[in-house]
């Protein structure tokens, strides 16, 4: 059998998140990751692992060899996956290269650049009519002192890119929080101004967006694999319980649901943009008036689909079928309510996040885990990647303890 080929920055399960939804169907996997403790490595169902360099520009022409010489090694074309914005903007980037060796499917160039880039993907949506929030886009901190009675409060300030706020030095590090950290609501002119003035430059500046009110379970997720005509080949929705950090945060508790309607309207929507392979509508839903808000759209893999893969609809095992023109199965029914859980950070959310708000009482927070789940990197079946997972996290804190 063709195994799967996994591709990933690393410093996070994602990698490991799909080789479980493929280990699902029987179908085997090589991991490809810049982190060296990657603890896909580790998975039964991982038949072999190969290290990558950090993914960064200066670095993919090793990252294309290695590659290279993966694809060359397998008797077919092996179906490539990649699990998070810097593993798709490369495969963007190099995708004629890339393409007599592995198969994947990816919208159009114009598509997917303005998908990857929030400025663009605001004039993307207002062209083919989605509802997101209001928007306004700045180069600078002098370019929003200038224009700050444009704005309305609450806002919330993103990057053009996502990795634009991954902060490349000690000062910056020291100065900010992490990304997913410093996408935080605004009330006031003045610290937004203040926070603003701590971004370091960047050449695609910044957005200011109206905050939609709403709490975590606001926030619904449509997942879908569309063929290279735009038609939708399989689909679930999923519901966030808990994020860490709260209110803008990975998704640490979440589940799946049932909403047909806002399954048609995606659909519908995703068509329009000409949309292909994988893809996820980040919907959320306005606390005062019930409008359902596109917060952004995302073309890659992700945890997401291991969720959907227990409950019945396994999109990276339908996009592998598709791409080898096999006839596809991982599509159909699945079941409402399943729910995953990622432990170590969702016990971080409630004691250093929710627990402080009230959102969510210790009583509360105990009796949410009485539900029919499965858990992000523990697996009795597969047991290694956790304990991979574990002496690493033990291994952090006492270099942390001795520092």
């Known amino acids: 059998m063709v195994p799967a080929v996994i591709v990933s920055g690393g410093g996070s399960p994602g990698a490991y998140d799909i080789v479980r939804a493929l280990g699902l169907a029987g179908i085997p996997s090589i991991v490809a990751s810049s982190q060296e403790d990657d603890i896909a490595f580790a998975s039964r169902h991982t ?3 190969v290290q990558l360099p950090a993914f960064s520009p200066e670095n993919d022409a090793a990252i294309v060899d290695r590659l290279q010489r993966v694809g060359r ?31 994947f499917l990816l919208p159009t160039a114009d598509v997917l650049t303005a998908l990857m880039n929030k400025s663009l993907f605001h004039g993307l949506a207002l062209k083919h009519g989605l509802p997101v929030p209001r928007t306004e886009l700045f180069a600078d901190a002098a370019d929003v002192q200038q224009r700050l009675d444009d704005l309305t409060f609450p806002c919330i300030v993103k990057p053009s890119f996502n990795g634009d706020w991954f902060w490349r030095t000690p000062e910056e590090r020291k100065r900010l929080p992490s990304y997913k950290r410093a996408l935080r609501r605004f009330d006031s002119k003045e610290a937004l101004l203040e ?26 997720t449509f997942h879908g694999y569309f063929d290279d005509q735009s038609n939708c080949l399989g689909y679930f929705l999923g519901q966030e319980v808990r994020t860490d950090p709260p209110g803008t945060g990975e998704s640490v508790y979440s589940r799946t649901i049932h909403d047909p309607a ?18 996820k509508i980040d919907y959320k839903i306005e606390a005062r008036s019930n409008d359902v808000v596109v917060m952004e759209i995302e073309p890659h893999y992700q945890f997401w689909h291991l969720l959907g893969a227990y409950a019945g609809v396994n999109l990276p095992f339908l996009a592998y079928e598709h791409q080898k023109g096999l006839a596809t199965t991982g599509g159909g029914d699945y079941a409402d309510d ?19 708000t009230g959102e969510w009482t ?28 574990v002496t ?12």
């Open 338 to 356: 399943l729910h995953m859980l990622y432990l170590r950070k969702d016990v971080r959310a409630f004691w250093l996040g929710y627990r402080r």
């Open 262 to 279: 806002l399954a048609r309207r995606s659909i519908d929507s995703l068509t329009r943009i000409g949309i292909s392979g994988i893809v």
């Open 392 to 403: 690493g996290f033990v291994r952090r804190g006492i270099a942390r303890v001795a520092a």
């Open 362 to 389: 210790f009583s509360s927070y105990v009796k949410s885990h009485a539900k029919d789940k499965r858990y992000r990197v523990f697996d009795p079946t597969d047991p290694l990647p956790f304990v991979r997972s």
């Open 47 to 49: 038949c072999d692992g």
């Open 195 to 220: 926070f603003c003035d701590a971004l370091p430059p960047s050449a695609a500046g910044l957005l200011i967006q109206s905050y939609v009110e709403g709490g975590d379970d606001a926030i619904t």
């Open 73 to 103: 090694g397998q008797p077919k074309r092996p179906p490539l996956f990649y699990v998070g914005d810097a593993e798709l903007a490369f495969v963007h980037r190099h995708r004629g290269t890339l393409r007599p060796y592995f198969h």
